[in-house]
């Protein structure tokens, strides 16, 4: 059976200090919720005092991005190997934030995968489309290449390992939802997109989430789709009360 993964990823947001003072807060909220996976991906500073915190909970941490290089000349960036000795389990990459505004294209989001892949971490591969492609009708063309992009050339057993976030575009930091089934739908073209590379037990097996303004409000309707296999959250990852309702409802 797929396994739900609630996955918080707090984008630029919270000091070393913030970071342990919620961590502790979700902690006792989030404790014995053996149903599904909990998750904290945060900023690269924040990584020492999450982990910390974190420490005999059942709260992960993640980080929101890893370079496709091992080292090198890239001022400003992390290597798979710096997150895996930091204690760093799973990896947001290719985030429509990223995409958008530092220049991530999906051959970048293809490497950085690989990368992540290969130093044992957890990928949390993200697609999705903008209003406009949506409003065009290629949703499902749109999925399906990003997702096959991003997959390009890992094998069905590094697939236990990843991740596929559905986020459409329109849907992020925006207030609006895609309705349940819409997520379900998004959802179900990237499981068949896995399912065309890898075969259909792969795709069932495949944890497949929805991002995109999920909250404590909406999340029961959309945990109970066939095809939606968690969430990853963002603004209610930054409220204790909030990301443990989530987090509730996937049980």
């Not at 630029?12 to 996976?37: Q, R």
């Not at 404590?216 to 309702?245: M, P, R, T």
Request: glycine fraction near 10%.
């Amino acid at each position: 059976m797929r396994r739900y993964v609630i996955a918080g990823n707090w984008k630029m947001n919270m000091t070393p200090n913030k970071a342990k003072a919620l961590i502790e807060e979700m902690k006792p909220l989030v404790a014995g919720k053996d149903n599904c996976d909990v998750v904290l991906c945060v900023p690269a500073i924040d990584v020492p005092a999450a982990i910390e915190a974190a420490a005999g909970s059942n709260i992960k941490i993640g980080a929101e991005n890893v370079h496709f290089k091992a080292s090198g000349a890239y001022t400003g960036e992390i290597s798979a190997e710096m997150l895996v000795e930091a204690g760093v389990e799973y990896v947001v990459i290719g985030h429509s934030e990223r995409r958008q505004y530092f220049g991530e294209t999906d051959q970048t989001v293809n490497l950085r995968t690989l990368a992540a892949l290969n130093a044992g971490l957890k990928a949390i591969v993200c697609v999705g489309e903008t209003l406009e492609q949506r409003e065009l009708g290629y949703t499902e063309t749109l999925l399906k290449f990003q997702t096959k992009m991003a997959l390009t050339n890992v094998t069905a057993e590094q697939m236990k390992n990843v991740i596929i976030a559905y986020e459409p575009v329109w849907a992020i930091g925006t207030g609006v939802t895609a309705t349940a089934d819409q997520a379900d739908e998004g959802n179900g073209y990237v499981r068949a997109a896995v399912a065309e590379m890898f075969g259909a037990s792969v795709a069932e097996a495949t944890t497949v989430q929805y991002g995109g303004s999920m909250n404590d409000k909406n999340a029961a309707e959309l945990l109970s789709k066939e095809n939606v296999d968690g969430g990853l959250i963002g603004g209610a990852s930054l409220k204790s009360a909030a990301f443990a309702a989530i987090v509730e409802a996937a049980q």
